[in-house]
């Protein structure tokens, strides 16, 4: 399987700064994603990071809010905005396997929004 | 969209004790993937399970890709403390290779008395 390595781990940030978390992975992926996690609950896809094209955002997630890079095969980042409490949550980014149809996750980055 | 059902959302059993959670959806999967997530760690991946009616065996831990292909469970034998952790179900429909997206339970929180 896939290493993923996530920074930061964690992060606490003031309303409305933005912060740019980075996803790198061990070996060269297609597919890559990043999912946001809330409290308490399950994961939500915010998008499909794309490499060398713009990325494919799910319903109710903005590029303006989260722009997401992709320059290569092994590593992208994810930009969460204009900070808001409502955005403290898990970040959590995943890259697939397709051979075998399956993803595997970073430990994933813990933002928390004063 | 596909939504996938677990619940309760919480167990409590006994170390030893043998634990079946299940997994419902109304919409046909054709992947299922079980999941488990320990307090901050990303989700790891168990068991993954290709074919209705494939059961398929991880150490203590069976899974079952329902006959209807729209349901999955997963047992745990012999429970001990470490396995506490929120396990998750998801599924993948369709079936693109371009961009097989999961869609996950809301998970279920497994506590071990010792």
């Known amino acids: 399987s896939a290493v993923i390595s996530q920074k930061p781990s964690r992060d606490i940030c003031q309303r409305g700064t933005s912060l740019t978390i980075q996803c790198q992975v061990d070996s060269q992926v297609t597919m890559m994603f990043w999912y946001r996690q809330q409290p308490g609950q399950s994961l939500t896809l915010i998008a499909t990071a794309n490499q060398g094209s713009e990325a494919t955002y799910e319903s109710g997630f903005v590029i303006d809010k989260f722009p997401i890079s992709r320059p290569n095969l092994t590593f992208s980042t994810l930009t969460v905005s204009n900070m808001s409490p409502e955005d403290s949550s898990i970040y959590l980014c995943?890259?697939?396997?397709?051979?075998?149809?399956?993803?595997?996750f970073g430990a994933g980055t813990r933002l928390s929004v004063l | 969209g596909q939504q996938l059902n677990q619940s309760p959302q919480s167990m409590f059993i006994q170390e030893g004790e043998d634990v079946s959670m299940n997994c419902t959806s109304s919409?046909?999967?054709?992947?299922w993937l079980w999941y488990k997530q320990e307090p901050g760690e990303g989700p790891v991946l168990l068991i993954a399970l290709y074919k209705a009616g494939e059961l398929t065996s991880n150490g203590r831990l069976t899974a079952q890709f329902g006959i209807t292909r729209k349901d999955s469970f997963l047992n745990i034998s012999a429970s001990i403390p470490s396995d506490v952790g929120i396990y998750f179900c998801a599924g993948i429909y369709p079936y693109t290779g371009a961009n097989s997206k999961l869609t996950f339970g809301k998970g279920i929180t497994l506590s071990v008395r010792p």
């Open positions: 995943s890259v697939a396997d397709r051979a075998k149809n399956i993803q595997y």
């Open positions: 919409s046909i999967f054709n992947t």
